[in-house]
Each structure stands twice: as structure tokens, then as C-alpha cells.
């Protein structure tokens, strides 16, 4: 049942690399990450690649796989043709380490940067009460593995640095996003705070972000859309802007 | 080479739930933390758990309670438990899950808008707080977000995030440096660079997890590979009744590239059947005698038990873990498996389709992408897969500090005796808060009350740089690869599921011959991210693991919970009154027989004579537990 396919894996670090190419036998069932291992324990076995969990769960293995921003353990081998070419490439908007390990750390800092949930003074732990239809919209992002695969497509930032440090990008506008539809929580301009703070107005809405999301979670229609909607109420409709200006509301 | 530096008070070595809890804990003490993960920080096997956190909350059902926790506990380890464990975690697990509410999580919720709770194997009543079928992983991001609101708060008042609580990234400790009998630090290497690091602290915390890349079919990722184990044996600290290795009934068997990938318990709580190739609903066939009060032995009853627990036994397919596992070994052994040498679990027949993909999304996303497999259509094919160690590091349950070392402390999987001979689902999730705060409260208090820090010495450092420059000094030595294969191939099958002295002896001698090689392991490559020098040295520990559930297994003449000998196949009450303890005895392990801590009676109050009689000796059952 195996089947025989050419890979192409890029292989370097940050001063520069090259791709090796192989011929490789894949059996009945492989993905991707299969491949990549059995090449480790046989061809190259300083061959770095990042994986854990290998069933989709803890976003490790982010890589580029002709192209496109992809999670190994879930690109099947039979998605592509007998004799067809794979290459594997590491992610392009992060700085490469060695061979298809990155250097996430953009996201880690940009992380630090959302203010944490605040919960209600007036509540101690177990008193909490929210029901199930209010919890699903925030649920939804909580699904998000931090495989980075998002941010590695955002052309935002994709092929340009220099945005980075103004733009937390499609991670963390869902992150934003969860804490601003979090029945609890306390801090009530966070729309405000990514569209000022976070870069949310650089997003043009292209939905690539969506589409790479390996958790199928709707990045543009339901985190970042309703954010920018909302803020632009806020903005330019003249009651609202005096309304917020009177006293905090909730909920908009 | 020379190292980079770096003094903390307390050291956390892991970065899942257990090592986030107690470094949590050890920070609001008002120390300084540093937490070691081996992976990126948030990918830690806790995100791999799916079911739930046990916890008596009683929002389901408010007849549970601590005590129905604790029985159950008790039962699910067959009496082996360290009770003072088992009573501490199910009196605390409830708080522990819902001060994870005050820090962001988002549990499903009951109609009164309280904290779900689900059904699972062993627990009497619906007791796992849970987040659909990721509640591993709703566990990990909160705790990782409650670190980065420490930083947060540590910035605005010293501006510095990472002043008090830093995390470090893809780091690997290789050994324990001691003082006299005190831990003065940590040895390791930046996976990314391969530089190594020496730590200054007076205390560890080990929250290393599991030990599943010692076998063949497993769930656990490549992190699994027993270094807390290890690290706490060299140190000088004492592994508890390393035979117990639970398998997990439900692992995915095909393709070949998933098999062992979990397959949740859940699947069974919300309904899920297991059927052979004949199309029997087999597990009404294993009901062992000490179960049959509680468990359905007909299928109308088991049917009628989802909606109405209290006049109704529960089905077989939620007897405890250990029993389903044999269960499906036996049926497949018997010639009644699935065309690929597993067992059928159908859900597609009892819930709507748009039900199973609300409760169970990541199970239908897993099966659909990597088999092909709708399961809300289809069965799908599960078998045992190595999934928990339940021995480890033996500790003192209520400070977690490790036995035998001053200043070394253990939490979570890496830690023994709280689950027995074998663990109940949703135990782990709720084992890694309680234990895991303890042991940053236990790790805290010692530190606090040290008169003089013990010192790094040059000899511990010499040790610890030697060990790290074997494998690129081992000229023609074996590839890693082939022999962790080789590894995993002598445990899975001589020290697995189903155990006999001939074949224990068998991997004894051959475990031997591996030891030799281990040693001679070449890392090609340099330094830098190099994952076969990952390997070189982990296999060590790998190896440590296997020999200590090797000997321990040889000496249990009796079969119980995550240990089932096909020569001595009865539970036998004389067995319960002993632990065994492994030690390092500077080549290898030595392991020892230690006797049980007994039940106090106003624990062993808690359960009817008629049931203690299956697990106590008449002599003991005499004494009222004195």
C-alpha cells in the first residue's frame, strides 16, 4: 500500500539555508509529520521540527507545506498526488531557528500585552453564574490551540515587519474578542483598546486568518467584524460617544 | 562551555497544569519563580485531556460529596491509594475549579448557570467540570493567562513582567545538583541553542508528567519520557509502586500513524457502547464480583441509567479504566476484534448527530481528519494505549515534598500514590490543582524557613557538564532512534497490559543489555535544536522508568488496577498491605517492599463492611483500622 513521494524540506538557520530534497515511502494513513520523522530517524536526525500532541491539539508542528500555513499532524499524505513534490517549508512570517523551527515569540510578548480578565469584586469563586448560550460566543475563541498559523498568513504583518510592533494580530484580536463577550468580565472598553491600541483598524478583512484556522474558529466573522463594528458605533454615532462619556455601559 | 546563570527561589520543572499551579502558588507566597517548559509554554500534555476535572461540586446531582468522592477514588485505586492523598484531593478539588472562574475559565454550565458536571467511568455520580471534549486544554490556557496577569501586575508595580516569575522556553533539566542532602539547583540545556543553564535554588518542584514514550502505543507526546522520574531517583528520592500503568481502554488503532491517539471516556459517559465483531455489547461479560452491586448486567437497565441514576445500575462500559482495557484485550485476543485489532465504540446510534458535535467536537474533528471516520455516522475502532503512570515520586501529601531529598517537591503524574493501582478519569485534571498548589505552598514554606541557602558546588556542575557531552563524544556509538525503538518494543511487549514472570525476567535481562548501549548513544549534528541529542538524552530516563515497572511488576504477585499478572491473575488482600519502593542504587534501580500506611478508622467508616471485605484481610477488618 506505500507509496513513494519527493520531499523537499528546507534546511538552514537564520543566516541562511537550502532545501534538501528526498525520496521517501509513505504508507496507508500517514500525515505530513509522519514523513517528517521518519526522515529524522533515518536520513537526518539533527533535523529540527517542532511537534507534540500529533492529533491536532496543541498547535506545535506549524509549518508551511507547499505554501501554506498548515499543521503537520493534520496534513494527510493521501491529499496529495503519487509523485507529486511536497515542500516543507518553516513559517514565513516568524525568524527561523533552524530548519522548520521558528521563533515565536512576537506572539508570547503580544500576549502580555492584553490585559488579563477582571473579574467582579462582589463575586468569590463558586458564586459565579453565566448561562450556557452566553459562554459559547467567548467558548468559541477558547477553542484556539495558539498554533500561530493566523498570524503566520495575516498579510499584516506576513511580509511586513515593520507592522509588527503596532499590531497583536488575528490570535489575539479573538483573545481581545473572548474577554470583551465574557459575561464577567470587568474592563468595558476593550473594543476601544484594540482598535487604538492593538492595531484592529490595520485589518482589511480578508478572512485568511479564517480559512488557516485549524480549529475552524470564524477569526473575521464573529471576533473581528463585530469588534470593528461596534467600534465604529461607538466612534461616530454622537448620542453613544456622549453616552459612553456619561456612564459605562455594558454590552455595546 | 561555559553556562548562563540564573537564581530563583523556587524552581518549577514543568509547565502543565501541576507546574503552573505551583508556581502560581509559590509567586502569591512572594517568592521568585522560574518555570521550565520542555516544549513551548501552553503545549504541555494537559492540553491533551478531554473529559474533565473531577470535583464534588454537587451541581448535578447534590448528593455527591466529598466522602462519595473519596469512596469512589478509593475503589477506582482497589484500596492501594495513599488515602491522606485521596482525602485531601477530594476535599479540595471543588475550590480548585472555581478559582480557575475568577481567573477566566469558561466551564459548560448546568440550567441553574452553575459549573456542568459529566459522567465518567468510577464516579458515582456526574462529577467533570468540563469544556466540551478540550477541558484539558481550558485548564492549561488559564493557568498560562494567570501567569501572564502576575507578570501583568508585577510590570506595573516594578516594571519589570518578568522580575518575580519568568518562564523559560524550551529548556531541558538534565540533573538535580544537591548540597549535602539539600537541592542547591538545576542542570540543563536551551533546546535551542543547545547551551546549557545552571539554576540556583533551594527548591524543585518536579511536574514533569508522564512516562508513555517508554512504550510503543501510547497517548503521550514526545515530552512523556519520565525525566521528573529519573531526576528524583538520581536526586535520591523514592518511586512508589512503579507496576501500576494504567492503559487506556479507548486509543485510536488505525491508521497506524494515530494508533494509541486517546479517545476520550467521555464518548462512554455520554452514551457510547463497546461491541466486538459479533455485534455483543461484551462488557456486561467482565463485570468483576467487587463492581456487580453497582454496574448493569443487562442492557435495558444500562439504557435506562442515562436518565435516571438513582434507581438504576450504571452501564459496564463505565466500570474503571484497568477493567475495560482487559476487557478489550481479552475480546481481541478471543478473535472478536475490528478488522484492525481493536474494539467497536459506537456513539452514532445514541445521540443525534448535532448532539455528538456539541459534546464531543474534537473527537469528531480528530476522527474525520485523521481516519476518515464520521462518528456520528459510524463506529469507530478503539484498543488500550498507554496513557498514565500511577506510580511516582513518593511524597508527603500534605507539603508534596519528595521523601528521601530536602527541597525537592513533586505534583501531578509525576507524583505517587494518590491514585493507587489505578486512576479514575477526571482525577488528573483536578490531582494537578490540589497537588499542584501544595506543592508551591510546600515548596514556599521550606524555602522561607531556611536558615542558609545550600551552594552550588563545582562538582555538581563538572557531573552535570559531563553527562550533558556524552552523546557527542561517543565515538560510533548507536543511532537514538532505532534504540528507543528497541526500548519500546521490550516494554510494550513484555511489560504490558497483560504481565508474566517469564516474560518480566525476559525484559529484566534484556533491559540490561539496553543499559549498556544507552551509554554509548551518539548524537550526530551539534549543539543547536538538534532532536536526536534530545533523544540521547532522555533515553536514559526512559530506560530508568522501564526498569523500575519491570522489577516492581516481577515482585507484585497479584493482579490489580493498572497491574494484571496472567501467572497470579486474583486480586489477593495480602498484596494491599505493601508498597514497593524503587531506589537508584548509582547504576541501576533497586526496588524494595515497604508496608501500606493503614485507613484510619473514620475513613474506613466511610464504607460498608460487606465491601471492605473484598479488599481487607479478616486481620485487619479485626483492628478497625488501626
Known amino acids: 500500500m506505500s507509496r513513494n513521494f519527493k520531499f523537499r524540506i528546507w534546511r538552514g538557520d537564520a543566516k541562511g539555508g537550502d532545501f534538501k530534497e528526498t525520496q521517501v515511502e509513505v504508507n496507508e494513513g500517514e500525515v505530513v509529520l509522519d514523513v517528517i520523522h521518519r526522515v529524522q530517524a533515518t536520513q537526518m536526525s539533527d533535523l529540527a521540527v517542532r511537534w507534540n500532541c500529533k492529533a491536532g491539539k496543541c498547535g506545535s508542528c506549524s509549518m508551511e507545506i507547499n505554501g501554506k500555513p498548515r499543521l503537520a499532524c493534520m496534513t494527510r499524505m493521501s491529499t496529495f498526488e503519487e509523485g507529486e513534490t511536497v515542500t516543507v517549508t518553516p513559517l514565513r512570517a516568524f525568524p527561523v531557528i533552524r530548519d522548520l523551527v521558528t521563533d515565536v515569540s512576537f506572539n508570547y510578548k503580544k500576549a502580555m500585552e492584553v490585559p488579563a480578565f477582571e473579574p467582579p469584586a462582589d463575586l468569590k469563586p463558586g458564586e459565579y453564574r453565566m448561562e450556557q448560550v452566553d459562554v459559547e460566543r467567548s467558548q468559541e475563541f477558547r477553542k484556539c490551540i495558539e498554533c500561530f498559523l493566523c498570524q503566520d498568513t495575516c498579510h499584516v504583518i506576513r511580509d511586513h515587519e515593520e507592522n509588527k510592533e503596532s499590531f497583536a494580530g488575528p490570535r489575539f484580536f479573538i483573545r481581545m474578542a473572548e474577554l470583551d463577550m465574557h459575561p464577567l468580565d470587568q474592563i468595558k472598553n476593550r473594543k476601544e483598546m484594540a482598535q487604538e491600541q492593538h492595531g484592529l483598524g490595520m485589518c482589511n478583512i480578508t478572512k485568511c486568518c479564517t480559512e488557516v484556522c485549524p480549529e475552524h474558529i470564524k477569526i473575521t466573522d464573529n471576533a473581528i467584524i463585530p469588534m470593528k463594528e461596534r467600534v465604529v458605533d461607538v466612534k461616530y454615532d454622537p448620542i453613544r460617544w456622549l453616552g459612553s462619556k456619561i456612564r459605562k455601559r455594558e454590552g455595546i | ?626
Open chain 2, 1 to 626: 562551555m561555559s553556562e548562563n546563570r540564573f537564581k530563583y527561589d523556587v524552581l518549577v520543572i514543568g509547565a502543565g497544569g501541576a507546574g503552573l499551579r505551583a508556581a502560581v502558588e509559590a509567586r502569591e507566597a512572594g517568592l521568585s519563580v522560574a518555570i521550565i517548559c520542555k516544549s513551548l509554554f501552553g503545549k504541555a500534555h494537559t492540553v491533551m485531556a478531554e473529559g474533565g476535572a473531577a470535583a464534588a461540586m454537587g451541581n448535578v446531582n447534590s448528593n455527591d460529596g466529598w466522602k462519595v468522592h473519596f469512596r469512589d477514588t478509593m475503589r477506582g485505586g482497589k484500596f492501594l491509594n495513599n488515602w491522606r492523598m485521596a482525602e485531601l484531593h477530594a476535599k479540595e478539588s471543588p475550590d480548585r475549579i472555581w478559582e480557575l472562574e475568577s481567573w477566566g475559565a469558561l466551564f459548560d454550565r448546568t440550567k441553574e448557570g452553575k459549573i456542568s458536571q459529566r459522567n465518567f467511568g468510577g464516579h458515582e455520580y456526574p462529577r467533570l467540570a468540563h469544556v466540551g471534549d478540550r477541558t484539558g486544554l481550558e485548564l492549561i490556557r488559564t493557568m498560562q493567562q494567570r501567569i501572564v496577569a502576575m507578570q501583568q501586575k508585577d510590570k506595573k508595580e516594578f516594571g519589570d513582567a518578568e522580575k518575580y516569575i519568568k518562564v523559560f522556553a524550551e529548556l531541558t533539566i538534565t540533573d538535580i545538583l544537591k548540597d549535602g542532602g539539600r537541592v542547591s539547583g538545576a542542570y540543563g540545556y536551551w533546546r535551542e541553542s543547545g547551551n546549557e543553564v545552571l539554576f540556583e535554588s533551594s527548591a524543585v518542584v518536579l511536574a514533569t508528567g508522564g512516562i508513555g514514550k517508554s512504550f510503543k502505543i501510547t497517548s503521550n507526546s514526545w515530552e512523556g519520557t519520565g525525566d521528573g522520574h529519573a531526576l528524583a531517583l538520581k536526586a535520591g528520592g523514592r518511586l512508589v509502586d512503579m507496576e501500576f500503568v494504567q492503559f487506556h481502554p479507548t486509543g485510536m488503532v488505525w491508521p497506524p500513524s494515530v494508533r494509541g491517539i486517546l479517545v476520550t471516556e467521555s464518548v462512554r459517559g455520554d452514551g457510547g457502547v463497546l461491541t466486538n465483531s459479533e455485534g455483543r455489547r461484551f462488557m456486561f461479560d467482565y463485570i468483576p464480583e467487587v463492581f456487580k452491586d453497582k454496574y448493569a448486567d443487562n442492557e435495558a437497565e444500562a439504557d435506562r441509567w442515562y436518565n435516571d441514576q438513582n434507581n438504576n445500575r450504571r452501564p459496564p462500559e463505565l466500570l474503571p479504566r484497568d477493567e475495560v482495557a482487559r476487557a478489550i484485550n481479552a475480546e481481541v485476543k478471543a478473535g472478536r476484534g475490528s478488522p484492525h485489532g481493536g474494539v467497536f465504540l459506537d456513539v452514532s446510534k445514541r445521540l443525534p448527530a448535532e448532539e455528538i458535535k456539541r459534546r464531543l467536537p474534537s473527537m469528531w474533528h480528530q476522527f474525520k481528519e485523521l481516519a476518515d471516520v464520521d462518528i456520528t455516522k459510524e463506529p469507530m475502532e478503539v484498543g488500550p494505549t498507554c496513557h498514565y503512570v500511577m506510580g511516582g515520586v513518593k511524597v508527603d501529601p500534605d507539603t508534596a515534598a519528595a521523601v528521601g531529598v530536602e527541597g525537592l517537591f513533586a505534583a501531578g503524574e509525576v507524583a505517587g500514590g494518590m491514585h493507587g493501582s489505578n486512576r479514575l478519569g477526571g482525577n488528573s485534571l483536578s490531582d494537578l490543582l490540589v497537588f499542584g498548589r501544595r506543592a508551591g505552598a510546600g515548596a514556599a514554606a521550606y524555602v522561607k524557613a531556611l536558615d542558609k541557602k545550600p551552594a552550588v558546588t563545582e562538582n555538581e556542575i563538572a557531573r552535570a557538564k559531563k553527562r550533558m557531552n556524552t552523546p557527542f563524544e561517543n565515538v560510533g556509538g548507536e543511532n537514538p532512534y532505532s534504540l528507543h525503538q528497541e526500548l519500546q518494543t521490550v516494554t510494550q511487549d513484555l511489560v504490558g497490559i497483560i504481565r508474566n514472570e517469564l516474560e518480566l525476567k525476559d525484559a529484566i535481562k534484556k533491559l540490561i543489555s539496553i543499559r549498556e548501549r544507552v551509554s554509548k548513544v551518539k548524537a550526530e549534528g551539534g549543539r543547536a535544536f538538534n532532536p536526536g541529542f534530545h533523544l540521547a538524552l532522555d533515553l536514559e530516563n526512559m530506560l530508568l522508568v522501564s526498569e523500575s515497572i519491570a522489577l516492581s511488576a516481577l515482585e507484585r504477585k497479584e493482579s490489580r488496577g493498572g497491574h494484571t499478572r496472567d501467572d497470579y491473575p486474583k486480586m489477593d488482600s495480602d498484596w494491599r498491605q505493601y508498597n514497593h519502593l524503587t531506589k537508584w542504587n548509582g547504576s541501576g534501580v533497586d526496588v524494595e517492599r515497604e508496608e501500606a500506611i493503614p485507613l484510619p478508622a473514620e475513613l474506613l467508616e466511610l464504607f460498608e463492611m460487606d465491601e471492605l471485605k473484598k479488599y481487607f484481610t479478616e486481620k485487619e477488618l479485626a483492628k478497625g483500622g488501626k
